[in-house]
């Protein structure tokens, strides 16, 4: 066969190319069961191409439809790329442009992302240092957070609480290091006992030893359920979001040391999608607001405990919000 010049190869893809620009762009096929967003939308969000992304946790494909609900109710052009793994996988789909577009919280944000140290014991603040470097260092927007903080805390029942006089952290710390207390704090089993994050952050913020003997482990099912009835477990250490807090009579101790860093959920955006649409931080306003700690920890019952699927739960709390209509 008579070879093909390579000019003439060049020709034939450059006249090829032009045809293919001479076909006009389809415009995106709304989904047939899309809500509908129920305030203004800004006209740049309308049929823009955005990738949603998420963590694995059931918390984070509940953030993550309800994102791609929103931007889809909004009209935008969404492809979800959901239960992409953990944090650093999610993230640097991100920052290689897989995704512009997914849930991170604060902590993580300064601490695991970021890799600072020092955390402001203030949320706000704490969200405006992550805000601002992220931006600059990364190009990564950071949407005002939702009020909730899915960080951890130590909880007790009110009888223990008004039986030892233990109201903060900086009272269960003392008594914590005083041996004739006797005091004991449970943590759960799945966890390191002094994790940095939890029990080893309390006593570097209250300046004490804590004891591996003064730690109980116990099964993360039955947690709370000892914390409430005071003996085994007068006090423990829970994150935020566990379903049992939900009807338990047990209280967070006040957080006086700033020990536990605050994990705010922020939804994150590459810098080059947001230009084109800076209205997304509008859109997500009210949506951010309205999850505070227990609606978002009832959302995620429903998907732990009665096996709901995260995007039915998410469509049907935008609606009752009524921020979008079916």
């Known amino acids: ?84 793994g953990d944090t650093q996988t999610t993230r640097d789909a991100q920052l290689a442009g897989l995704i512009d577009l997914y849930w991170e919280t604060t902590g993580t944000g300064w601490l695991a992302l970021l890799r600072e140290i020092g955390p402001s014991a203030d949320p706000d603040q704490l969200y405006e240092d992550v805000r601002d470097e992220d931006l600059e260092e990364n190009g990564i927007v950071w949407l005002p957070p939702a009020p909730a903080d899915t960080g951890v805390g130590i909880v007790a029942s009110p009888g223990v609480i008004e039986d030892r006089g233990i109201v903060d952290l900086s009272a269960l710390a003392a008594a914590l290091e005083d041996p004739d207390e006797g005091l004991v704090v449970c943590v759960s089993a799945v966890d390191q006992p002094l994790d940095s994050s939890g029990l080893s952050a309390l006593a570097d913020a209250a300046d004490v030893r804590i004891r591996p003997r003064l730690v109980n482990p116990v099964s993360p099912s039955e947690i709370v359920e000892l914390t409430e009835e005071g003996t085994f477990c007068p006090f423990a250490l829970v994150d935020r979001l566990n379903v049992g807090l939900a009807d338990a009579d047990v209280t967070f101790l006040n957080d006086d040391l700033g020990a536990f860093v605050a994990e705010q959920p922020s939804v994150t955006i590459r810098e080059d999608t947001y230009d084109r649409a800076s209205g997304l931080d509008v859109l997500f306003a009210p949506v951010a607001a309205a999850l505070d700690i227990d609606t978002l920890r009832d959302l995620v019952a429903r998907i732990i405990e009665d096996d709901e699927d995260p995007r039915t739960v998410a469509r049907e709390w935008l609606v009752e919000e009524g921020l979008a209509e079916d």
């Open 1 to 84: 066969m008579r070879p093909v010049p390579v000019v003439g190869m060049l020709l034939v893809a450059g006249l090829l190319a032009g045809c293919a620009s001479d076909v006009p762009e389809s415009e995106p096929t709304r989904p047939a069961d899309a809500l509908t967003w129920t305030t203004e939308v800004d006209e740049e969000i309308d049929g823009l191409p955005i990738a949603v992304g998420s963590q694995s946790r059931p918390v984070d494909l509940l953030l993550g439809w309800i994102a791609t609900e929103t931007l889809v109710a909004a009209g935008a052009d969404v492809t979800d790329d959901l239960n992409l």
